[in-house]
């Protein structure tokens, strides 16, 4: 018997990349898959949802910070370390394991997704992943008096994974068109939950099964 085949595309961005500590592959909660199942077979036919990053090893997290930080302060090198903090947490949340405040996507809550037209290419939706800049503010396009095709056709891209993603349960962090939750802190946070479902985690290893098991 055949598997039906997945509706999703996994692009491990970060291990394409070779930064250091990144998997090559996309791990996200059982309950955020199932989400990002439903959201990709709800898009129109054609479109698919490509799946960039999801939980991500601390090492990274840092990596991430660290490298955003350092390029902030080349270009402002008469800012405060607040500024420089506040302007790199804009894109890259500060990495922590704190269970009462743990980084976003070590929590395998977060996900980063974008749209594919039915060869598999990305769609245009503005900047490319992880641009930190302001165009990259999921709402960025909405607030411009949009008359152009080019402009209308990114600001439909981002509208139509806006919507589907929300659809299943995501939020969506309002400085990156790409990244949403679900179960984590900022989805409590801008869904106006009591409390996160998740908390940091890292995906299971055989002899983690075989210590709990003995």
């Given amino acids: 018997m055949s598997l039906a085949p997945s509706p999703i595309k996994m692009f491990p961005a ?3 990349q070779g930064i ?3 998997v090559d592959e996309c791990h996200v909660r059982e309950g955020v898959y199932r989400r990002l199942l439903a959201a990709a077979r709800g898009l129109p036919r054609g479109i698919g949802l490509i799946v960039l ?3 991500r090893p ?3 997290q840092q990596y991430l910070f660290d490298t955003l930080f350092e390029a902030i302060r080349e270009r402002y090198p008469n800012a405060y370390e607040a500024q420089l903090l506040e302007r790199t947490r804009e894109f890259v949340a500060l990495p922590s394991t704190d269970p009462a405040a ?3 996507h070590l929590t395998g809550g977060a996900v980063d997704v974008t749209l594919s ?3 598999g290419l ?3 939706m503005g900047t490319l992943f992880d641009d930190a800049t302001p165009l990259s503010h999921t709402a960025y396009f909405e607030r411009l008096n949009v008359s152009g095709a080019y402009q209308r056709r990114v600001r439909d891209n981002r509208r139509l994974l806006y919507h589907a993603m929300s659809e299943q349960g995501f939020t969506n962090l309002p400085s ?3 990244h949403f939750d679900f179960g984590d802190q900022l989805w409590a946070y801008y869904g106006d939950h009591s409390q996160a479902i998740y908390g940091s985690t890292e995906p299971l290893r055989i002899e983690d099964r075989w210590r709990r098991q003995l």
């Fill in 102 to 104: 743990p980084s976003p």
């Fill in 58 to 60: 601390w090492r990274v």
């Fill in 53 to 55: 990053d999801g939980w």
């Fill in 20 to 22: 250091p500590g990144a």
């Fill in 117 to 119: 037209d039915a060869d």
């Fill in 176 to 178: 990156e068109w790409w």
């Fill in 122 to 124: 990305p769609l245009d």
């Fill in 14 to 16: 970060y291990a394409k």
